[in-house]
């Protein structure tokens, strides 16, 4: 336990050096077209496992999407290719900054993509990847250190996909086909850790608590509670935005 948490100390701080020294270019700057005349960018369809007396096999699957912004819809981790980064590791480290992920993480296979026009008028290509923690980095962990623009983490399950609201249409058919493709592999090998509630990050004293008679509370739960953190719902905590 004590090696996990070095390991996940040291992708921690690696991910804030690259914060410090990230060449990202803000918004208005144009960004590369491929040779197709596309701005490219890649994005993770994180998965985790979570005990459910009543589904079958006692276990349920579940994907994460996010809010950002004044966006009313979910999304999925993403973001632009920066400098000579390929696909798969522009999607690892979009997650981790667009969600504060610390625990390792292991990526997938390709689960989809999307063609779509830009505001600027530029054609954009988004490729997808499966991703998930390897079962022996423990729980999932989510630090403070995620974009402003994050508002929510949301997990969701493939018979509550259908009612959530998303940004964009096309998200529903990717995040569904990688839930299934995770069932599948997790019925025959070791997965992520279990432990969870349904629709709560475990993003620790960042996040608003589940009401005490809803839930047991946690060592992260009573932080929060002590700092003045109001709880907003069963199903999902709102992230606080910085400063408030």
Known sequence: QQQQQQQQQQQHQQWQRHQQQSSRPQRGVQYALNAQGEEESAGCVLMRARRDSEAAGGE???ALIIQRGGNRGYELPKGHLEQDETAEQAAVRELREETGLVTEVELGDFVGE?????RNGNAKWVRFFAASCPSSAGPLEFGLGKE???TELRWVTLQ???QVQLKAEATRRIIRMALDKQQQRWSQQPRCSMEGRPGVTQAGADLHPLPAAEAPADPAEVAATRAGAKPTGRWTRRLRKAGQ
Not at 114 to 118: C, T
Request: glycine share 0%.
């Open 60 to 62: 349920v699957v579940e």
């Open 114 to 118: 999307s063609r779509y026009k830009i």
């Open 148 to 150: 402003k623009a994050t």
């Open 160 to 162: 509550e996909l259908p």
